[in-house]
Structure formats: C-alpha cells, structure tokens
C-alpha cells in the first residue's frame, strides 16, 4: 500500500507492509510469507532461478529498465574466483524516493531478494550500497541484517543449505554519480565515484576485479515475491514488454503525495488525477517530468495519453526512468526550475569527461545569466547546441541528463524563456 | 516525549493514513541504541549517529571505535575498500575530517595522503571543517523547491541568524543547502544532523528551532548530569 496514502487501484506486492512497523522485524517477516521465497530458491537449481525471474520479465527498476534475468544470466557459470551482488541503495535522483521506504518499512523483504539473486548467481557477498544521508533506513537495515545472522538466514549456512552468503551494509558518504553501476563500484573499493568505461561489463570485470551483478533495490525487493509465486503470475499485471508492477513516487503540485504501487502502463492522468487526488488547488497541469529530473520534460498535452510503462513513456516523447513522477502546476517558473536542476548537475558531475565537467558549469552559468534576466535570444541556441554536444559524448549518461531537461525545456516552453528575456516577465512572480 | 512535538516529526503522520507513533516511523523502537562498536559485522560499516556533541580533537579509533575499525576491515577484500566507511567513524567521533585525519585514516589503511585527500574531497557529506552542534541540511532541489524550499532555507538562515554554509557565532547552527534527500513526496525535507524533518514550511522553521535549543540545553543543564 502506497505510503503516506494508498489507493484501490494500487497492486500492493512489495508495498504492502508499508506503515506496518511489525513487518520490520524477522518474526513479523515471516508472520507474513517471508524467506519462503527464499526456501523455495535454495530448492531450485541457481540456472533455474535465473530462468524464472528471466520468464517473469522482470526489468530493472533502477532507471535503465534492463531485463533483471537476462542481467544474471551474464554472471560466469564456472567460478574460479569470488562473485559480488551490489544493490544499488544510493538513491538520490531528484523525485525519487521508493528505496528509503523499501529499506526501512520492509529490510527483510530486501534482504531475502539478496541472498536469492546471490544464490542464482553464486555470488558469496552482497554489498548493500546505502545512500550515506540515510542514517535511519541503514539503521534499520543494519539490525535487520544482524538479526538475519542471528537466525542463520546469512553466514556459513544459509538456511540449513550449506551455501555461505555474507552481507554488508555498506554506507557511501553524499555523491550522486555514486548511483551509475561502475560510480558504485568505484566508490566501494574506496576510491572516488567515478564512473568506468565499459566494456569490460560488471558481469566480467566488476567490483574489485571480480565478475559483480549490481541491481536497485526496488529490483531485489520484488524477487522474493516472483520465486514465490512464479513468473505468469508476475505478467498478470503491466504490459507485454513491461510486465508486473512499480512503485511510482509521485512528488510536487498535487493533493496527496507519495508512492504509489501500480500495474505498469497505468494512465499518466489517472495518477495524477485519480490516485493523488489532482492537483493542488486545482490549478491547470503545465509539465510532468515522468521519471527523475533527468529525463525530459513532458507538456499537459503530451502528459494527456501518456502510458507510465517503459515503451508508452518513450512513444510520449520522454523516459520512465526510476518512475519519479513530478508534476508542476501553471505557476512552476521552468526557467527556475531547469537552472536548479541544471546546478544539482553541475555539482555532482564528477570531473572525469570535459564535456560534462565544462558543459554542465557552462549550461548553469548561462541559465542563471538567463534568470538574472542578463540573458540574449542567442544563449537558447548556444544552450541547444552545448547540451547536444554533451550527449553520448561522455563514460556515463551524468551528462546526457543535464541536456534532457535543458533541451526539452526550450523546445517546448521556449515563449517562457523568451518572455524573461525579452521583457523580464516571470512565472509565478506575482 | 509523549507529545508529537511538531506535526511532522519526521514522517508525513499528518496527512497520512496510518496511526503511527514517531518512534515506529523512524524505526527507533525496532533500532534500539546500537552499540559504539558497532554490533554485528555486517552492519558497522554504516554509522549509528551524527552526533551533536563533536569533539575535533577527540582520540581516533580507541575503545568501542577501534573495535568497530577492526570490524569494518573484515567485511571488505581490500584495506582501500574500508576508506569510506573510516572516514564516515572518523566524522562520527570529531564532527568534521580535517586534513589531519585524512592522514591518520590514510596511514592506518596504507594509502597515501595526497590519495585520501582526493577521496575526501570528492564526496560531499565529509565536512572539510567543524559544523554547528545542528548541522541543517535543507533540500532545495526540483520536488520540494516546487513546494517552496527556498523560502524554507531562507526562514532557517533568519532565525539561526547565520550565512550559508557558516556556522551561526554562537557554534549552534551550520545551514546549508542540500541537494535531494529523496524526501519528495514529502516537501519541504531538511535533514539535520541525523534526523529527517519533512513536510517543513516557512511556519514551523522557529518552532524546529527553539525544539533544538531546548533539547540542548537540557543536556547541557547540571541536573540532567548526574
């Protein structure tokens, strides 16, 4: 159930012990179904594992939308050296916010994903990469941890199986890039989160030289769940090419806030209209950004049809990313809003590719030029052309991300930036 | 404390549907006060507390820590690995990581100062110098500047009477501005020091405020020594 608030139409799977302090603990986890998942797979073939969750069709929930068992099914089946799980617990795109919820409502659920997706792949530890500002979510995953250990879920023996998975909670200490798989990799083995080039692919050469698997958390959470009950029952819900559910975090102009479990391919109106209770004094809808603050930006029209699954989202001209819906009403600023994105960006880049290092400083520079109303009508082309230049031009995607909303931004609110600089008229200024 | 002190101690339990004490929301009561060295393996590399109380020059991986530092270099198959989760104990026990400690963290993991200073400097929540007793984080990216943030940072800057990024005169207070605490859906979210404050306004800025005067100067008071 969505937290703070739930609706009929969620499908509440990994959502449901949201605000119900018992499922935190071991014994309330397992009042609930849990580590039967777990049982289940310890009982399977790890090949079967793998084949299940690829029958699922789960996709990755981290942004990429990359198929979850085709992922595993990278690792090296021979194992002549150590094999690591990461999860990918650094949340910190803007308008997302599932995973804290996730780690610190249901810990066990996402320990049991773990401890299967490191049994499918033979993985002996799981590094759980904890966004650092997290003090409480790690707390409670930390002692979810050690309570596991207690029962003999982790350690030498899992479950009376033989196999030995360890797992630490790792916390990172505060950088965005830290959320891209090699940022993390980099940042685990203690070093600056920077990014690598790739290939050599994670499967073959990860964290710490050893073939590594990295999945999100909203990934591993669902895991339990799909071995449990099987990969048809999984596609019951979503699309063909997005099958099963996601938690959408809803954030910005509307009534009721919060994430939400929906099958995939929910209406974009719906949710905002419907399940979050519509927008904040009814004003008129002005943009949806549909996943993240580095995707680009959708208008009301195109927000209008708009299908929240991986391909409806792309055929509406956007990403769906991790699923951060955020919505702005008719008094958002754009012009405001694109620079303080445009700024998060150019703080968090970590320095390794000129065009992300300059470009993101540059596109921050002449934006807040544009807001001091210091701006010309040529800086939007010179915008245009700086992010084009910044896209796919660089090891990671930091830099595509500035130029998603900058460009969409221009092109479909461009009466807005030319209004500021033509007569310094501003949104939402009164 | 029985009484909620604020509508919003650190939930959305105004708004929400559910029936919820602070202490369950937060985790408190299932979390229980973890031990300085850390309890089980597993868990100590992350860190219990952002302390209030910080003592710059406070001995480095004695007593419970040293413990906790040992725990931590068995979880990793490199000693480089435990940097992060050294220099997260190391801001736990001093408050802030001086160029100092970089060097001693560095020495006792066998990497070079010039490697740990570039490594400290990257990331954001090492705090190259002391912070406040309260250091307040406000979040002012997209989802809660959409909901007013920035009017929230400002109303704590006011009442703190203190610049951006510097520590109020009387070392109360350091506010600065962070970037998203994937609080969205519950704007505006301020971090301070450990803690999460959301659904902030402009309204309730003073009365977080006098809340954290108020609970330090009851630690601070003789009676509350004994």
């Not at chain 1, 012990?17 to 849990?34: H, I, M, S, V």
């Not at chain 1, 073939?45 to 990278?74: H, I, M």
């Not at chain 1, 685990?188 to 290939?199: A, N």
């Not at chain 1, 049809?305 to 955020?326: Q, T």
Request: with cysteine.
């Amino acid at each position: 159930m969505g937290y703070p608030y739930s609706h009929t139409s969620e499908v509440p799977i990994i959502s449901e012990y949201f605000g119900d302090p018992e499922a935190r603990t071991l014994d309330g986890w397992k009042a609930r179904g849990g580590y039967q998942g777990l049982q289940k797979a310890l009982e399977m073939s790890p090949d079967n594992v793998v084949e299940l969750v690829k029958a699922s069709g789960l996709r990755g929930r981290g942004g990429a939308g990359f198929p979850t068992g085709l992922k595993w099914s990278f690792m090296p089946k021979t194992k002549d050296k150590p094999h690591y799980l990461l999860c990918n617990a650094d949340e910190s795109e803007p308008g997302t916010f599932k995973d804290r919820e996730l780690m610190r409502w249901v810990p066990h659920q996402l320990i049991e994903g773990c401890l299967i997706g490191a049994y499918a792949m033979g993985a002996e530890h799981v590094y759980i990469y904890c966004r650092g500002e997290f003090f409480e979510a790690t707390q409670v995953l930390a002692k979810a941890v050690e309570d596991a250990y207690e029962a003999g879920i982790i350690g030498d023996d899992v479950l009376g199986s033989g196999k030995k998975i360890e797992v630490t909670v790792h916390a990172g200490a505060g950088a965005y890039i830290c959320g891209e798989e090699t940022g993390l990799m980099s940042s685990l083995e203690g070093d600056r989160g920077e990014p690598r080039v790739k290939p050599p692919f994670p499967a073959a050469v990860g964290a710490f030289g050893m073939p590594t698997t990295i999945n999100n958390v909203e990934t591993l959470a669902v895991i339990p769940h799909i071995i449990k009950n099987g990969g048809e029952w999984y596609r019951q819900w979503g699309s063909d090419k997005s099958p099963g559910t996601k938690l959408f975090c809803v954030s910005g102009h509307v009534n009721r806030p919060g994430n939400y479990e929906l099958p995939l391919g929910f209406p974009l109106k719906d949710l905002i209209y419907d399940v979050c209770g519509g927008m904040i004094g009814d004003r008129a809808l002005k943009a949806v950004i549909p996943g993240g603050s580095s995707v680009p930006l959708l208008s009301a029209e195109e927000a209008e049809n708009c299908a929240l699954c991986y391909e409806g989202v792309v055929e509406a001209g956007s990403m769906l990313g991790c699923a951060s819906v955020i919505v702005m009403d008719e008094t958002t600023d754009i012009v405001h809003q694109v620079t303080r994105m445009a700024s998060f960006y150019a703080h968090e880049s970590c320095g390794q590719c000129t065009p992300c290092r300059e470009g993101t400083a540059w596109v921050t520079t002449i934006l807040q030029r544009i807001e001091d109303g210091r701006g010309t009508e040529d800086d939007l082309d010179t915008l245009v052309e700086l992010t084009e230049q910044m896209t796919g031009t660089t090891i990671c995607v930091l830099s595509d991300s500035v130029a998603a909303p900058v460009q969409s931004s221009i092109e479909k609110f461009r009466g807005e930036y030319l209004a500021l600089i033509r007569r310094g008229e501003r949104v939402g200024a009164a | 404390m029985s009484e909620i002190p604020f509508k919003n101690p650190g939930w959305a339990g105004n708004v929400g549907e559910y029936d919820l004490t602070e202490e369950q929301v937060r985790g408190i009561d299932f979390v229980g006060i973890r031990p300085l060295e850390g309890g089980h393996p597993g868990g100590s590399p992350t860190y219990p507390y952002m302390l209030e109380e910080k003592d710059p020059d406070a001995p480095l991986f004695e007593g419970p820590y040293a413990i906790r530092f040992e725990k931590m270099l068995t979880r990793y198959p490199t000693k480089q690995a435990a940097l992060l989760p050294a220099l997260n104990l190391a801001q736990e026990i001093r408050g802030h990581v001086s160029a100092e400690t970089m060097d001693r963290v560095g020495s006792l993991l066998g990497l070079s100062s010039a490697f740990v200073r570039g490594v400290a400097t990257f990331y954001t929540m090492y705090n190259k110098r002391p912070v406040g007793r309260h250091f307040v984080q406000v979040c002012t990216n997209i989802s809660c500047n959409l909901s007013g943030a920035e009017d929230v940072l400002d109303a704590f800057l006011e009442h703190t009477k203190s610049e951006i990024g510097e520590t109020s005169a009387n070392g109360a207070f350091t506010v600065i501005e962070a970037e998203c605490l994937a609080g969205c859906g519950f704007p505006t979210c301020v971090q301070i020091n450990s803690r999460y404050y959301e659904n902030v306004t402009v309204d309730e800025v003073p009365r977080i405020i006098a809340h954290l005067r108020d609970n330090a100067a009851e630690a601070a008071s003789p009676a509350s020594e004994e």
